[in-house]
């Protein structure tokens, strides 16, 4: 069975006490792979090895920078077909997605941050006849990136490159649960000629290995994405000791469609916000809100093309739908089917595990589930999911849909289909959130800021947000 290797110092290395933990496919239920548990004696050696970097790292010149991430860029894209095949096997997506998103868009976020770094400056402030102000923006030092198992290389990377495009060098963890792909980033990083310790990925648990990186004394600021209850430990932890913190949290997104939308192109949108990536996409629109005279027609057009979406292996290309990420989370996903219905909900499809035929039948698979007939504050409608269930509500007026979009304590992303402008420029304002789609969803421009208000987090990543966020100001005032 494959063991893989922690990434640091520029060599594939064995974890310290050699524990290893089982890696699951989560399409056929099966053990395939062990990676390593690591240990805080681990992390510390990747600190010692990227404290030794950052001297020779940071003060190399942004050409030199941009150019060993721009070849990472490029091996990501030639290594296409093997990292999404791997990521399908990892996270039980079907492999089209991760070859159409996951792994294009890894590649995209080195080859943007390794041209952004060269775009990237700071202020001058002229104080008129008497002083100049300029801002230096250096790096950090020793920072911490930690990621999700959702979008295991995509997530990782949106980090990584900024973080080390500003000079940084960086200690990585990517989710126990999806480790692979930043297991064969090492590789690529190795071949890319990435110097030894700048980039150093220790894998193993977050309340171990994680936990480590959090709580070092060195490791100067910690960008994360996952759960809100894990982001609030790692407040807890980082805040008292004055860390840098980049923190994107979970969501409950609402989507609010109008009876005046461009209804194909928003029923056609709305399957994709609602169970891309089988629903585990921090950005999906898990709250469908629809205006009364629409909502008739809606539901049915929207529950026959629902029930018709194959969920299956993720090697067929037919499948829409693959593995949930584990028995664990396909289980928690179910939970929340039954509190619907506890809760008066209606399960309008969906609602129940699939067990495909051959190969994939002990894999962890749930039938997409639209459930119509809850309050908008009921616990299904506030607490976050993340899996391929959404529920449909009606409503009647612009007032009350605000009410019921801001209710939750998330505030990620927000969707709305009109086609009244006034209207969406007065929602867009209104709707606490982050990022605000309108008549579109998932449509990114990586200069944008990205990041969420509420319990969905602290900062923005995105353009030079992330390189404002791994750099440190310093001004400088000269009296003349
Ligand atoms: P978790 O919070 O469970 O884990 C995220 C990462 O943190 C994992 O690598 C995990 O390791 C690690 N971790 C867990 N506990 C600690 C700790 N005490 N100290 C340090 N690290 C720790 O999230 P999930 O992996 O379950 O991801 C799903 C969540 O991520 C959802 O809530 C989703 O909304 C959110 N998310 C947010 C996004 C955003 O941009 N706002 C984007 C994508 C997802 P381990 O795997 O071992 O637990």
Redesign the pocket.
């Known amino acids: 069975m494959q063991k893989i290797a922690n990434y640091i110092n520029g060599a594939l290395v064995p974890p310290n006490k050699s524990n290893y933990l089982d890696n699951y496919e989560p399409a056929t239920g099966q053990v395939y792979a062990q990676i390593p548990d690591s240990s805080t004696e681990d992390v510390e050696h990747a600190y010692v090895a990227a404290k030794a970097a950052f001297p020779a790292w940071s003060t190399l010149s942004t050409d030199e920078r941009s150019k060993i991430l721009y070849r990472i860029a490029s091996l990501i894209e030639e290594n296409l077909e093997s990292l999404a095949a791997a990521e399908s096997k990892d996270n039980g997506k079907p492999e089209w997605l991760a070859k159409m998103v996951d792994i294009p868009r890894a590649a995209s976020n080195f080859r943007f941050y390794s041209t952004a770094i060269q775009h990237y400056a700071a202020g001058a402030h002229a104080m008129s006849n008497k002083a100049i102000n300029y801002t230096l923006r250096g790096a950090i030092g020793v920072v911490g990136c930690?990621?999700?198992?959702?979008?295991p290389l995509y997530?990782f990377t949106w980090k990584i490159a900024p973080a080390l495009a500003a000079g940084n060098c960086v200690v990585a963890?990517?989710?126990?649960?999806t480790p692979m792909t930043a297991f064969l980033l090492s590789q690529i990083c190795i071949e890319a000629g990435l110097p030894a310790g700048v980039l150093n990925i220790v894998h193993?648990?977050?309340?171990s290995?994680?936990?480590a990186?959090?709580s070092h004394p060195n490791i100067k600021a910690i960008s994360?994405?996952?759960?809100?209850?894990?982001?609030a430990?790692?407040a807890k932890?980082a805040a008292p000791m004055f860390k840098k913190l980049s923190l994107?949290?979970?969501?409950k997104n609402p989507n609010i469609i109008f009876a005046d939308c461009d209804y194909d192109k928003m029923l056609s949108t709305t399957l994709r916000s609602s169970f891309a990536n089988q629903g585990?996409?921090?950005?999906c629109g898990s709250r469908i809100f629809v205006e009364r005279p629409l909502y008739e027609r809606f539901k049915k057009d929207f529950v026959q093309r629902v029930a018709a979406m194959k969920v299956g292996d993720p090697l067929d290309k037919n499948s829409k739908l693959g593995a949930v990420v584990s028995k664990a989370h396909q289980e928690k996903v179910l939970s929340y089917v039954s509190l619907a219905k506890e809760e008066g909900g209606h399960v309008l499809c969906g609602g129940y595990a699939v067990h495909p035929e051959g190969r994939c039948k002990e894999g962890y698979f749930i039938a997409p589930t639209v459930i119509e007939g809850l309050e908008y504050d009921c616990r299904t409608n506030q607490e976050?999911i993340?899996g391929p269930v959404v529920t449909i509500m009606p409503f009647d007026t612009e007032q009350e849909v605000l009410e019921y979009a801001n209710s939750v304590v998330y505030g990620?992303a927000s969707t709305l289909w009109t086609s009244n402008i006034s209207r969406a420029t007065r929602m867009a304002q209104e709707i606490e959130a982050g990022i605000v789609w309108v008549n579109c969803w998932l449509l990114r421009d990586l200069r944008t800021p990205?990041?969420?208000v509420k319990a969905?987090?602290v900062g923005r990543?995105g353009g030079f947000h992330a390189l404002d966020f791994f750099t440190e100001p310093k001004n400088v005032c000269i009296e003349y």
Not at 146 to 151: G, H, K, V, Y
Not at 173 to 177: A, F, R, T
Not at 224 to 231: C, D, E, L, N, V
Request: hydrophobic letters at 35%.
């Open positions: 930690i990621s999700p198992w959702n979008l997530l963890k990517p989710s126990e649960v193993g648990l977050g309340h290995a994680g936990n990186i959090v994360f994405t996952g759960g809100t209850q894990t982001g430990q790692i932890i994107e949290l979970g969501g585990q996409i921090c950005l976050e993340f990620l990205f990041g969420g969905s987090g990543e």
